[in-house]
């Protein structure tokens, strides 16, 4: 049983004094304290005639009983005896980092408790009589600190058991009495039960904003993951659409440019079956040209006569009359795809300003929603 305790030893400590219960009793809301914090609480109520639990803040007209819980008495000193052997000797010796016992002499112990009334720091062994002898079991032991220094007043070496609301400092018996005369002085244990209560609440309020930015960051999340979806969408649509004007654009490329390959080799087959049979002409007139001009050099009269009648006659069917003109389609086709490109541009010009509008309002839209539910958080 002390082991599974010991698990769990914050369930054992007293809300007032934050350590391990000391003659533990119980009043009649059910929580329990040390004898000694409760008494000393309801002493600094005695005033008001009205009495409270510094837990649960129940309030209790007249003052209520206090009853001492055997039970959990006897776990207590069951988890102290388990405490005391929970580690070996060898291993609760003090190191550079440790509050030392100040009772111990030649190689000290690490100090288990100090105690504000001896302002000193014990050991498990020498902390014993602090649970055994009736004046010093009144001591108030707290875990071991090498600040009790800071709970000694330094203008008259005593404990600073009372805290001064007016000033918002600890002071001690004789400051009240001093320095603090008038002020409203409530004892130190009574303050940090307040102080307590507010820290409780304050922590609540944390935690509750910590739950509403975890949502929040859940929420961003999810538009993240949102955004991220459309994004990729839109890129596919897009990747896809531009595709497809792409393919668009490569099938009339590539008809325009079929039809002028056909036109060109129609034009180009024309021209050079005129070209062909004008080349048979003139090779025609060069061999008759050549039988004149072998003519002309003849010496015999009655030759010439004979033969130049035939070969200065040129027939008209024979000559073939070609008129050539620049021909002007092509570059026409040149002009009617500048306009189709400039159309085009112009189209995608305004397409592309209704797509750049339509992402501002978003991301406008997005920016001032992020405001608003940061607004309303805050």
């Known amino acids: 049983m002390a082991q599974g305790i010991q698990l769990d030893q914050s369930k054992f400590c007293c809300s007032i004094c934050l350590d391990l219960l000391k003659d533990p009793v119980t009043i009649p809301c059910g929580h329990s304290y040390c004898m000694n914090c409760i008494k000393y609480h309801l002493d600094e109520e005695d005033h008001r005639r009205t009495y409270s639990c510094p837990q649960c803040r129940q309030t209790f007209t007249p003052r209520p009983a206090v009853v001492k819980n055997n039970i959990l008495a006897f776990v207590v000193e069951e988890l102290k005896k388990t405490t005391l052997q929970a580690a070996p ?172 390959k056909s036109r060109q080799k129609t034009e180009v087959g024309r021209f050079k079956m005129v070209r062909e049979k004008v080349e048979e002409e003139i090779a025609e007139l060069k061999r008759k040209d050549a039988e004149l001009e072998q003519l002309s050099h003849t010496e015999d009269h009655t030759h010439f006569l004979l033969n130049y009648p035939p070969l200065a006659r040129l027939s008209e069917k024979d000559t073939l009359s070609v008129k050539v003109r620049r021909l002007q389609y092509f570059e026409k086709v040149t002009v009617a795809l500048s306009e189709a490109r400039d159309k085009l541009q112009e189209v995608f010009g305004e397409e592309y300003a209704k797509i750049s509008v339509t992402m501002m309002r978003l991301t406008t839209h997005g920016a001032n929603n992020n405001n608003d539910s940061h607004d309303s958080r805050d």
Not at 126 to 152: F, G, R, S
Not at 212 to 233: C, P
């Open 89 to 260: 000797a060898d291993h609760c010796y003090a190191g550079s980092e440790d509050v030392a016992c100040d009772v111990c002499t030649g190689r000290k112990l690490k100090a288990f408790k100090s105690c504000l009334q001896c302002l000193a720091s014990y050991c498990e062994e020498h902390l014993q009589p602090h649970y055994d002898v009736p004046p010093l079991m009144k001591h108030k032991l707290v875990e071991a600190t090498a600040k009790l220094q800071e709970n000694i007043c330094f203008r008259h070496q005593e404990v600073m058991k009372m805290f001064c609301r007016t000033d918002q400092r600890c002071i001690c018996y004789l400051c009240s009495k001093d320095d603090h005369k008038g002020h409203n002085k409530v004892s130190a244990a009574a303050e940090r039960t307040e102080r307590q209560r507010e820290l409780w609440m304050t922590r609540r309020k944390i935690q509750q904003r910590i739950r509403d930015r975890e949502k929040d960051v859940k929420l961003f999340q999810q538009e993240e993951d949102s955004i991220n979806h459309s994004a990729e969408n839109a890129l596919r649509n897009t990747e896809k659409t531009f595709n497809e004007l792409i393919r668009i654009i490569q099938i009339r490329d590539s008809d325009v440019k079929e039809k002028i």
